[in-house]
């Protein structure tokens, strides 16, 4: 009471930080104030709150000086709890932090039963040193999130996508058909070429091709958008080169551009290698917006809550291929059943031991059995029976799983799932050999940007802003305590 001494922001900070366990928790400055008010009767102005709020991060988190301290002993536990996985950590002469790189050995052991497609991408981490989280993931047959690994660099650059990709490369190596997709950031250009050569080939997202479309290409951009998008998801050349042909009409300069690119990159038809109809990196999208809040954390709490996060999705997708009792999983299955509905009223005439004509009124497509191919191209480049290979298995009375891709059955799925992702147990248990204790890692070079670091990236051109909507008069652009509009009744 009185001046209320005893209440400093240690104490305070004691109090609250179990409000902070959970990373998706906002607990603001003004929270703070309402609660010790309300529990405490402990006036206190917003400031005096914000130290307390981080006073009780440090607590439960720990300080980004310590967590790039603790780091060599965290993935020394990451390899002793789970055995088989690859950690790996760079400094540069004077100690300083480089790099970090961590794939557990479920995902390892995991990914040759997924898809060969791995998406990459990077976030920028909000801490105060900054950096960058280089992510790499693919498919499971259920069409889920598989994560490969994880790696925090100083930036995206030529230098940290090739320490990256050699990582990857140690760890997972080369895959037939594999095919890497990006965001078209040059670095990341540059690193496959380097790392990977012409084994690999390197697939651009569409998404962000088509934003570099719309800003190129301004006055035209709402009717290049859905013919790009409709040339992109074209099956057949003849398809493909129709919507070339219309943009090419529509502005003359597309259709270089577009070949700049490299048709193989972006388009279905084109592809050299199978890309399962992932035309965006969309799976790393989505792989940011669950580790999202987790980009403020430490260095070594971040890599925890990847793994966690990785252990959780694990677990999940484990007991989905476990409860599945069909053939395929549960996506593929309904694709396949909805095929087959509208596979009946085809006909169908053998000109072949192997070779199908299969018509619908004027249309005629040719289906090969042996070569599992078909000119409309799905049954190919989806790697599932179209309706015109249905209509065959159907006539000849033949089971048409024999004829579906691996990677969307159940067994593929329980073996990519098979090993387990272990907990660490808490730090007071570790037992870390004297050699990795005394390993030093500093925090990395570079001046810390004084205020508050930036919780949100910068929207491109063509993307939407959120604006702000007052609460006084409801008119966007300001708030209400900046407004100067009479209330709306």
């Known amino acids: 009471m009185g001046s209320q001494c005893q209440a400093s922001s240690t104490v305070i900070a004691n109090i609250i930080k179990h409000k902070f366990i959970d990373v998706k928790t906002i607990y603001t400055p003004n929270d703070i104030r309402r609660d010790m008010k309300n529990d405490y009767s402990v006036d206190m102005d917003y400031w005096r709150a914000w130290r307390c709020r981080g006073k009780a991060i440090d607590l439960i988190r720990g300080t980004p000086k310590e967590s790039f301290a603790q780091l060599p002993s965290y993935l020394h536990m990451v390899k002793t709890t789970n055995p088989g ?155 493909f080169n129709y919507q070339i042909a219309e943009m090419d009409a529509l502005d003359s300069r597309v259709k270089p551009y577009l070949e700049d690119v490299g048709y193989e990159k972006w388009a279905l038809s084109k592809s050299v290698h199978n890309r399962f109809n992932i035309m965006t990196s969309n799976t790393a999208e989505s792989l940011n917006a669950a580790i999202n809040k987790a980009r403020e954390l430490p260095v070594s709490m971040l890599f925890e809550y990847l793994r966690s996060l990785t252990q959780r999705w694990s677990y999940k997708n484990r007991h989905l291929a476990r409860c599945t009792i069909t053939t395929l999983m549960p996506k593929h299955e309904e694709s396949l059943r909805e095929s087959f509905i509208n596979c009946i009223k085809l006909e169908v005439e053998q000109t072949s031991d192997e070779i199908f004509k299969v018509s619908n009124g004027d249309k005629t497509n040719t289906v090969n059995i042996m070569e599992r191919t078909c000119t409309c191209k799905r049954f190919q480049l989806d790697m599932i029976p179209c309706i015109h290979a249905l209509a065959v298995f159907n006539d000849r009375h033949q089971d048409p799983y024999k004829y579906c891709s691996k990677y969307y059955t159940k067994n593929e799925m329980l073996a990519a799932y098979e090993d387990i992702v272990y907990p660490i147990a808490n730090e007071e248990s570790w037992d870390i050999p004297i050699e990795i204790k005394n390993q030093v890692v500093l925090t990395p070079k570079g001046k810390v940007k004084a205020g508050r670091p930036r919780k949100q990236r910068i929207k491109g051109p063509t993307e939407k802003s959120n604006k702000n909507r007052c609460g006084r008069c409801e008119k966007y652009g300001h708030n209400k305590k900046t407004c100067r509009n009479p209330p709306k009744n």
């Open 85 to 239: 996985s690859y950690v790996k950590l760079e400094t540069d002469e004077d100690s300083a932090f480089l790099y970090a790189f961590m794939a557990l050995n479920a995902s390892i052991k995991g990914w040759k039963h997924c898809m060969p497609i791995v998406v990459v991408d990077g976030t920028f981490l909000k801490g105060p040193y900054g950096g960058t989280l280089l992510a790499a993931s693919t498919h499971d047959s259920a069409g889920k999130i598989f994560p490969l690994a994880y790696a925090v660099t100083d930036s995206e650059n030529n230098n940290s996508w090739n320490w990256f990709f050699e990582s990857m490369m140690e760890v997972y190596g080369v895959r037939e058909g594999m095919c890497i997709i990006s965001d078209r950031h040059e670095s990341i250009k540059n690193a496959i070429t380097d790392v990977y050569g012409e084994e690999v080939k390197h697939g651009v997202c569409i998404f962000h091709l088509l934003n570099n479309l719309k800003v190129k290409f301004r006055r035209k951009q709402k009717e290049i958008k859905d013919i790009f998008l409709a040339a992109a998801k074209a099956y057949t050349e003849t398809e």
